[in-house]
């Protein structure tokens, strides 16, 4: 059974550029959420995803932006891209809150 | 709003040493709390949980109490090894219907043999 799977693994961008950074859940998970993990910081809650629609959200800007899929997938969209959005990206998926999430191996974003 | 304390690292201890890492959280309700590994380079990883309080949590020799009247959930080990050598977090989910985690900073680990 695959656990969280995020792609791409690695990104590079320049600032002002938009990119988007995808994840499927575990199977068996409805709720995705993503966190943004700065070096050395725990991971930031962005915002999670249920039934295809944003459920809650974080302290960040909108120029972060997401979606959900009926297949429970997800995407995160940046827009504008600044040099302080080089981060670890973190996707979790969960069905309940009482287990807590299963998180990815993240995307590594870097701003240049 | 919920929020987690947990002491500075990072701890740099002797192979089987006893491991202690400190957990304080602010919440309303009652709280569900994590533990959460991160190896170097890799995500994070759910090391054991608690949903209640007076729950103990345990997974690879790992454990730790929920004590909700010292809003406390301290991680313990009675013998660590290099291998245990990761950042650990501390981390709790809200009591509403949503599932929002919140997690401390983080304390780094360092065994050395």
């Known amino acids: 059974d695959a656990g969280v799977t995020q792609s791409p693994t690695h990104l590079i961008k320049t600032r002002g550029q938009q990119v988007t950074l995808r994840c499927s859940p575990k199977s068996g998970h409805d709720t995705v959420s993503w966190y943004q993990q700065a070096l050395g910081q725990g991971p930031q809650f962005i915002f999670q995803y249920y039934e295809e629609e944003e459920r809650q959200r974080g302290n960040f800007p909108d120029r972060f932006s997401g979606h959900q899929f009926p297949n429970y997938s997800s995407e995160l969209n940046v827009n504008a891209l600044l040099l302080g959005d080089s981060a670890l990206y973190l996707c979790?998926?969960?069905?309940?809150?009482?287990?807590?999430?299963?998180f990815g191996s993240g995307t590594r974003l870097t701003v240049v | 709003g919920n929020s987690v304390t947990q002491m500075e690292g990072p701890v740099t201890l002797s192979e089987e040493a006893f491991l202690t890492i400190n957990c304080t959280y602010t919440a309303t309700g009652y709280p569900s709390l994590f533990w959460y590994v991160q190896y170097p380079g890799e995500g994070l990883q759910l090391l054991l949980k608690?949903?209640?309080?007076?729950d103990k949590g345990s997974n690879k020799g790992f454990e730790a109490t929920y004590r909700k009247e010292t809003t406390s959930f301290h991680l313990e080990k009675g013998s660590v090894q290099v291998s245990d050598s990761a950042v650990y977090f501390c981390a709790l989910s809200d009591s509403g219907g949503y599932q929002k985690v919140t997690f401390g900073i983080g304390t780094k680990l360092q065994v050395i043999p």
């Open positions: 979790a998926s969960s069905r309940d809150r009482r287990y807590g999430y299963t």
């Open positions: 608690a949903t209640k309080a007076d």
